[in-house]
């Protein structure tokens, strides 16, 4: 296996992650926090797509996917692409209001699409470019996709576990 096909196996891993986390779950459900000041189920999912949303889109030089469609309505927000959620307030937690769980699997979808596009057109030499040299040592574009992924991983464990909760 090489390193794109790799990368495209832990990517492609997400989609079916994120629809077990929320399927089936209403919209109350979706919005619902373990305790106060917690995440919801449906945060935690619309939070790990923007992530990874915003960063491809800066990697591959393109427009996010958040931006050009109409997902932003589907969740009661702007579309504004500098939100991403990281370092929200309770209160602008509890304003992502994902309409659905459909809705939360079709902008992942959406957004998988494109990572997935991304990601097959990358050669081994593309890893080692420097996409951010704010760190010591700089990030590479190998170091910042596995960082998404990561990430990624972790949120949708969160919303699966905080899934159990709701429907033990």
Do not use: C, K
Not at 92 to 98: F, L, S
């Amino acid at each position: 296996m090489n390193v794109d096909d790799l990368l495209t196996e832990a990517y492609g891993q997400l989609p079916d992650l994120v629809r077990a986390a929320v399927d089936g779950l209403s919209p109350d459900e979706l919005r619902r926090a373990p305790d106060e000041g917690a995440n919801p189920v449906g945060w935690l999912v619309w939070h790990l797509t923007r992530i990874q949303d915003q960063q491809v889109a800066e990697l591959s030089g393109a427009d996010q996917v958040w931006a050009t469609g109409d997902w932003a309505a589907r969740f009661g927000l702007p579309a504004d692409p500098a939100d991403t959620g990281f370092g929200h307030t309770p209160e602008q937690v509890a304003a992502v209001r994902p309409e659905s769980a459909e809705a939360l699997v079709g902008y992942h979808g959406a957004v998988a699409e494109r990572t997935r596009g991304f990601l097959a057109g990358l050669r081994p030499a593309d890893l080692d470019r420097v996409v951010d040299e704010h760190w010591d040592p700089p990030v590479t574009l190998g170091v910042r996709l596995v960082s998404i992924v990561s990430d990624d991983l972790q949120h949708v464990g969160q919303a699966a576990y905080l899934r159990g909760l709701l429907r033990p």
